[in-house]
């Protein structure tokens, strides 16, 4: 099926669109950029988004999901495919254009910066590049009450603090019925922080996207010091020189990833943390990746015990062939002692289980 012709979308309030034609130069503009943040699960809610969208939608549709970095992904080809609206991954400094998908690549985050995208490789933010909250956070410091954010299913919570920075911008918050999501962690997550103005099933949510378009964005905040500081961050400016210092109040707690000081952040009833590097954490997936390195931990400690016992048992060997048996006899009750502690960690381990962390790509996300 033939592509519709795209039109670039204008930095001022005078807007044109390939159904619409130009506004009149007082009308204000659409809701013209729309970003979408999904994980577990996301291709196919991806897949039935994109589907039900028309080929002349007044808006431009910027697309993250959370993808293993060294892996290629055809998510855009999946998506191209299921409608009318061309989708292809984004290149660092292209336009942006109505009735276009821009998808994130592997180990990048996508940014919108005015009539621009741009690619970058920013600290991580939830454990994740590309990660859900810069784009929206770029979206709503750039656009303001234009963006429309929507988060659909996926495990643990990246996407509510960027959810958040849309609606204080004045932008409008959608996100998928968790009821009816395969993971609905990362919605009922939002919902429970940001005052969403849609909760729907996924049926209904490109339809509001076609009429939420057409409407023209009203209203909107000032751009606070801290969404400029942390846009910056992901744009790669070194973060000590960006402000980040600025951001909250130094906490007790240290970033997983370079073991810096992580500094707490409260937005609203909003609490998260980023450290002096830049790498953000919310408390769900700071929590995560702690219980993720303790694990690691036994896991290294249990390794290094079954290699004591092995060390152990072959000394007693020796020694009882070395008719030494009393020498033998006592390495051989230490060799017990370490076999009884090794089975009670691995004891505790089995009982751990695995930790409930949100995996890149969900089972049926693995072709994306």
Request: with cysteine; proline share 8%; net charge negative.
């Amino acid at each position: 099926m033939a592509k519709p012709p795209q039109t670039p979308l204008s930095e001022s309030p005078t807007y044109t669109s390939p159904s619409q034609g130009c506004r009149e130069a007082n009308e204000m503009p659409g809701h013209d950029i729309i970003v979408v943040g999904t994980s577990s699960g996301g291709v196919d809610a991806l897949r039935k988004l994109v589907s039900s969208l028309p080929g002349d939608l007044p808006a431009a549709v910027f697309v993250v999901l959370h993808r293993p970095p060294d892996q290629p992904s055809l998510l855009a080809e999946i998506l191209s495919s299921a409608g009318q609206l061309p989708a292809e991954n984004a290149i660092d400094g292209e336009p942006i254009v109505a009735g276009r998908v821009y998808v994130a690549p592997p180990d990048q985050h996508m940014l919108i910066e005015q009539n621009h995208v741009r690619l970058t490789t920013g600290p991580k933010e939830n454990r994740f590049r590309p990660a859900i909250d810069p784009l929206f956070r770029s979206a709503a410091y750039g656009y303001g009450p234009r963006v429309i954010g929507v988060v659909l299913t996926g495990n643990l919570d990246d996407g509510t603090a960027g959810l958040w920075a849309i609606k204080d911008r004045g932008g409008i918050a959608i996100v998928q019925d968790p009821e009816e999501a395969p993971f609905p962690s990362m919605p009922r997550t939002a919902m429970s922080q940001v005052d969403v103005d849609y909760c729907l099933p996924m049926r209904e949510i490109g339809p509001t996207l076609v009429t939420l378009s057409a409407q023209p964005a009203e209203g909107g905040a000032e751009v606070s010091e801290h969404m400029e500081i942390e846009t910056r961050i992901a744009l790669e400016d070194n973060a000590l020189e960006a402000g980040v210092m600025k951001l909250g109040k130094l906490s007790p707690f240290t970033c997983p990833e370079c073991h810096g000081i992580l500094l707490q952040i409260q937005d609203g009833e909003l609490i998260r943390f980023r450290c002096h590097t830049g790498h953000a954490y919310s408390i769900n997936s700071l929590l995560d990746d702690v219980t993720e390195s303790v694990e690691i931990s036994l896991w290294n400690a249990l390794r290094a015990m079954d290699e004591n016992l092995l060390v152990l048992r072959h000394l007693a060997d020796h020694l009882n062939q070395q008719n030494d048996t009393a020498t033998a006899g006592q390495i051989e009750q230490q060799a017990q002692e370490m076999r009884q502690r090794s089975q009670l960690l691995r004891q505790a381990l089995r009982q751990r289980g695995q930790p409930g962390q949100d995996q890149p790509v969900g089972a049926t996300d693995q072709r994306a």
